[in-house]
């Protein structure tokens, strides 16, 4: 514990140095230096004061989001500043170290002087990510974007043919501060032409209360020929805050999966449902949370019992970690999965159709949009809410529309 202090402290000195560092190689007035030098204390003890102001009895509060938010819109530009001048430095070493041996240089002019141009590059940089945040806090959190994907199966039931389906995850609506703009999204969502509406978990943070302000804004998504239907994702279990007593963790649980019902969508709890058109069906399955490093309540093979192995399946998982463990190669041949979890973590790069980046990747194979393995398809909702960070940053909210089609992929 003491040595992740030490290591911490270290970093965060390193950080530090390094970006009045920059700031100096620029700005010679005394009183701008000491202003910054005053202002990046005041922020790192507001920081941490906030952040062990953190009470596990309630979770996340407005006030722990504004805090993470302030964080990275002041250490992420300095990490950017950092990583350069620390380059520069990796460079002048090495010059000096060849003017030493190779020149045979005075000890004065072994190591260059610190270049202004690499700190106001290494400044110009660190304003990308400082600009993205910000408008990320104001704006992208809100930019809800409609993906649409056509999905083609060889198998799929002729009646299904053209079948669309809207989905939506994560809402988190323990998040929201803006009735405005989440109305404008339930419009969204009402404007698209789908047959049924999947919602793949998370309804809220934590507590069932944050769903209470919005549940008319909810109630207001139109009703569908072949319904609505919903799981439970990883937060809605409470699972991430201390309870006084389990009791009151068991209420609040139940009180989560009444919010879904309030809303008009149907809660399946490991537990599947045939959608019947003219003279076909498909299967419907809805498993509870399972993810590889979180909460395993899903039980795939009891959700499937009475499936039939030819069937058109459909099923909703929240955490796609659950497609490589356990789903693309089941006996039971799930045609689609639907999931969420992941929110792109609500940073990253995405040029649609083209490319796309993000942390997350390397925590999930899967982690937005559509993978296929063998004819088996997941699709991984991008999330329509946010968590933690107040703010989304090139992997915007999402709704998702799908169209199957019969046939064959189309390459």
């Known amino acids: ?31 701008i230096l ?65 003017n030493y041996f190779m020149y045979n240089a005075p000890r004065s002019e072994m190591m260059p002087n610190r270049r202004k141009f690499v700190s106001q590059l290494a400044l110009g940089l660190a304003a990308v990510p400082f600009l993205s945040l910000i408008y990320g806090i104001f704006e992208g959190k809100y930019n809800y974007k409609v993906f649409k994907q056509t999905i083609f199966f060889p198998d799929l039931p002729d009646a299904f043919d053209g079948f669309k389906i809207t989905h939506i995850s994560d809402v988190h609506s323990g998040s929201f501060d803006n009735p405005e703009k989440i109305n404008y999204a339930i419009d969204l969502i009402n404007d698209q032409e789908a047959d049924m509406i999947l919602f793949t978990g998370d ?6 209360t944050e769903m209470h302000p919005w549940l008319d804004t909810f109630n207001r998504i139109k009703d569908y020929k072949y319904g ?14 201390t309870w006084p007593s389990e009791k009151q963790k068991d209420e ?31 299967a ?28 058109f399946k459909i099923l909703m998982s929240h955490d796609p970690s659950h497609w490589d463990a356990e789903i693309k190669n089941h006996p039971k041949n799930f045609h689609l999965t639907l999931s969420g979890h992941t929110h792109g973590m609500q940073f990253g790069i995405e040029i649609p159709g083209y490319f796309k980046w993000s942390l997350a990747q390397y925590i999930y194979k899967q982690w937005a949009g559509l ?41």
């Open 252 to 282: 609040n649980f139940q009180e989560i999966k009444s919010l879904y019902g309030q809303i008009g969508f149907k809660l399946m709890l490991n537990e599947h449902a045939y959608i019947q058109k003219g003279n076909d069906k498909i």
């Open 371 to 411: 993978y296929e393995n063998v004819g088996r398809y997941i699709y991984v909702n991008r999330g329509f809410g946010f968590h933690a960070y107040p703010g989304r940053v090139g992997i915007m909210p999402e709704i998702t529309v799908i169209q199957l089609k019969k046939g064959n992929k189309v390459a």
């Open 34 to 98: 000491i202003s910054y030098q005053l202002v990046s204390l005041l922020l790192l003890i507001f920081i941490i004061y906030s952040f062990t102001q953190f009470d596990r009895s309630v979770g996340q509060t407005k006030q722990t989001m504004f805090t993470m938010g302030l964080m990275l819109l002041v250490y992420v530009p300095k990490i950017v500043i950092t990583i350069i001048l620390l380059g520069e430095d990796i460079f002048r070493l090495g010059a000096s170290i060849l």
């Open 1 to 31: 514990m003491i040595l992740r202090f030490v290591i911490l402290c270290a970093l965060f000195l390193c950080i530090e140095f390094y970006s009045y560092q920059a700031i100096r190689t620029l700005i010679k007035l005394r009183w």
């Open 203 to 208: 309804i809220v943070n934590t507590h069932a």
């Open 284 to 311: 419907l399955i809805g498993v509870e949370n399972w993810g590889v490093n979180f909460k395993k309540a899903g039980d795939l093979n009891k959700a499937s019992q009475h499936v039939n192995q030819n069937d």
């Open 228 to 241: 609505k239907f919903s799981i439970l994702g990883n937060h809605d279990y409470g699972e991430y805050v």
